[in-house]
């Protein structure tokens, strides 16, 4: 393990009610693709938590990668991360792809990330495979939180290509690649889980 490996205090706080909503969604035995793995936490929580999850942790920064397997280490499920930019068609081969989970990126990366997003997730998915996202998001007819305000004021100052986007647009980025938004999942802190599978 090591010592001074990344951590996020989100990824603390969010990897249980995250998992729980991913256990309604998947089979005991599921191949997922994480896209913008970050420090690896989430993978390794889950990885650890449901062991027949076969786990792909990935991230387009490869200087993350060691941090990643530094925190799945000793996990026989959760393959050693691989460097994935969303932008970058066409992905790696993956084996069985039941799911394609992406945390905390749409909103921290410019908007032609999302359309990368959901034509590579369509691309690799199984036939009854879902894309699954968290993170904040703005929701037409509902009130932005004051937190999430903040939170968008401060990311488009530091990045003017960045900010919390909106499930509609993302909804409509998914329908070009050949996905329907099935369910949206209220999260706390005001976060979503977005939640797609293949139109018709
Ligand atoms: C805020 S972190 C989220 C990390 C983790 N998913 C979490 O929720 O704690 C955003 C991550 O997105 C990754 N990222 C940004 N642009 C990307 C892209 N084009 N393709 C893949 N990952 C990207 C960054 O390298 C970073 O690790």
Do not use: K
């Not at 989100?10 to 995250?18: K, L, S, T």
């Not at 420090?39 to 941090?67: E, I, S, V, Y």
């Not at 932005?144 to 986007?165: H, V």
């Not at 329908?175 to 369910?183: C, F, K, S, T």
């Amino acid at each position: 393990m090591t010592p001074n490996r990344s951590r996020s205090p989100a990824a603390d706080r969010n990897r249980e009610p995250i998992l729980a909503v991913l256990q309604r969604l998947l089979p005991p035995q599921a191949g997922v693709l994480e896209i913008a793995s970050g420090t690896g936490q989430h993978a390794a929580h889950f990885g650890a938590a449901m062991p027949g999850w076969d786990w792909q942790p990935t991230d387009a920064d490869a200087g993350a990668l060691p941090d990643i397997d530094a925190w799945c280490a000793g996990l026989p499920n959760v393959r050693p991360a691989l460097a994935l930019d969303v932008l970058s068609m066409p992905w790696p081969a993956t084996r069985r792809c039941d799911a394609v989970f992406c945390a905390n990126m749409l909103h921290i990366s410019p908007w032609p990330t999302c359309a990368a997003l959901v034509q590579g997730a369509a691309s690799v998915l199984a036939p009854s495979g879902l894309l699954v996202t968290y993170g904040p998001y703005l929701q037409d007819g509902v009130a932005t939180s004051p937190g999430n305000l903040a939170f968008d004021a401060s990311l488009r100052q530091r990045n003017a290509a960045w900010g919390i986007r909106r499930v509609e647009d993302v909804s409509v980025e998914a329908v070009r690649a050949g996905l329907q938004l099935q369910e949206t999942v209220a999260m706390p802190a005001n976060n979503l889980m977005l939640v797609f599978a293949r139109t018709g």
